[in-house]
């Protein structure tokens, strides 16, 4: 006689349970203690698991004691394997804590340290003098400057060299300190002729960063009327004009800057590729004539249109793309489709059959049955439009005298979806009484 039936025949009384043990969590990688520098990608593992919840099922929270949460989601897969990535980790001693809680609110935790070391920004230095097309005659004073600035140090703490590259190599003439704005200046007198000018500046970690120029210093035996360094008979097309001369830098100024009798040509106010726009009028590209105001959109990483921004939505060639929230790859027909050349934000799904865009789990993609519904009141996981049992059969249990005949199912009615229930898997006895086990219906 079946034990169950032995125990019913003592008159006695049995009652089973289970006892929900906490879930268990791990953190495997990286080693406990690790250092790494700031913006560089650490890549978490963990392990987590539990006596009755399945993995993929536990709430796993990644955090930091300096960060507070860096996510929160049932993101293990059904292994037991945990993983998030992460680069933006702020620079400090960091308690990463691994937290995994199962369906009846049992938690565990696990936790390494993470050392972030910040990484210090070079300094940076900007040309102010000499600026485009000014120059200096031999033996006269010349104001150079610059703006330097760094993030860690103070503009004052900044060591600036300026130097000119002569025969001799480089040449300092200049050591400035810079105010509390940043600005770096000296008077000062080079060599004449085209002196290769470097600024360089300096931070206290000793990064650094270097701006040049090309600057020319008119020697004396040149003379002209106004003083660019060149005469009427060296081909200066405007010698009243010293921003006007053979070679020179053409400037949007309605003179013919570089006296090649082009005015203008290569500046903002010139239609270089003659497409009837200059920069001036709105052409964002006037070395390419098929780039201009009136260019239709393409998807092509250009901006065509000049309007600011390339690949716009509707651009000929794009593709309906569809608002997937949750990432499982199935967008939601809820909200309107967007013509796009390529994914953008949650616009990132070529298809719009997902029943239920709040889930990951949720798509026509899913097999997997469950007892949970999927977070709006629906079994439906797989977006068939119907919340498929798992078990839809009734079980009986019939004769006597231990002839017995049975076939498993629901004791009763079957069940609805997250619903227990006792499941008939036996029958037997002198009245062939059914035996049951508890079971809960999932769906899909």
Not at 64 to 77: F, P
């Amino acid at each position: 006689m079946p034990l169950l039936l032995q125990l019913a025949a003592c008159g006695n009384d049995v009652s089973v349970s289970s006892y929900n043990e906490p879930p268990t969590a791990s953190i495997q990688s990286p080693p406990n203690g690790t250092t790494r520098k700031e913006g560089e990608i650490i890549d978490f593992i963990g392990t987590a698991n539990d006596d009755q919840t399945p993995s993929n099922l536990l709430f796993i929270q990644w955090s930091s004691d300096i960060d507070s949460v860096l996510t929160n989601e049932k993101a293990c897969a059904v292994s037991g394997s945990c993983t998030y990535s992460t680069a933006q980790l702020t620079p400090g001693n960091h308690t990463i804590t691994l937290s995994a809680g199962d369906e009846q609110g049992e938690t565990a935790e696990s936790h390494i340290t993470v050392v972030i070391e910040e990484v210090p920004d070079a300094p940076t230095i900007q040309m102010v003098h000499p600026a485009a097309g000014e120059t200096t005659d031999e033996g006269d004073d010349f104001t150079f400057m610059v703006q330097v600035s760094d993030e860690q140090d103070t503009p004052d703490l900044l060591y600036l060299s300026f130097n000119y590259e002569g025969d001799a190599g480089l040449t300092e003439f200049c050591a400035p300190k810079a105010d509390a704005t940043g600005i770096a200046a000296c008077e000062a007198e080079i060599p004449g002729g085209t002196q290769h000018l470097l600024f360089t500046v300096i931070d206290q970690d000793g990064l650094s960063d270097t701006a040049e120029a090309f600057f020319v210093v008119r020697p004396l035996t040149q003379i002209d009327n106004d003083g660019d360094g060149f005469t009427e008979e060296m081909g200066d097309c405007d010698d009243d004009d010293n921003l006007s001369y053979p070679g020179g830098t053409e400037i949007e100024d309605g003179s013919d800057n570089d006296c090649d009798e082009i005015v203008d040509e290569g500046t903002r106010g010139y239609d270089d590729d003659g497409d009837g726009y200059s920069e001036n009028d709105g052409d964002c590209d006037d070395t390419t004539l098929a780039l201009g105001p009136e260019a239709a959109e393409s998807c092509n990483g250009l901006d065509d249109n000049c309007d600011g921004t390339a690949d716009t939505e509707g651009a000929t060639g794009c593709s309906n793309y569809y608002y997937d929230y949750d990432g499982d790859g199935y967008g939601s027909s809820s909200v309107s489709a967007k013509c796009l050349c390529t994914d953008s934000g949650y616009y990132r799904s070529g298809y719009d059959n997902d029943c239920y865009d709040y889930n990951v789990s949720a798509s026509p993609a899913a097999t997997s049955y469950s007892t949970a519904q999927r977070g709006d009141g629906s079994w439906d996981w797989n977006c068939d439009g119907n919340e498929t049992k798992y078990y839809p059969s009734v079980g009986t249990c019939s004769g006597a005298l231990w002839v017995c005949s049975w076939a498993s199912g629901w004791s009763g009615t079957v069940r609805a979806c997250g619903s227990s229930g006792d499941w008939i898997d036996g029958c037997d006895g002198i009245l062939c009484d059914s035996s049951t086990t508890p079971v809960t219906q999932p769906c899909i």
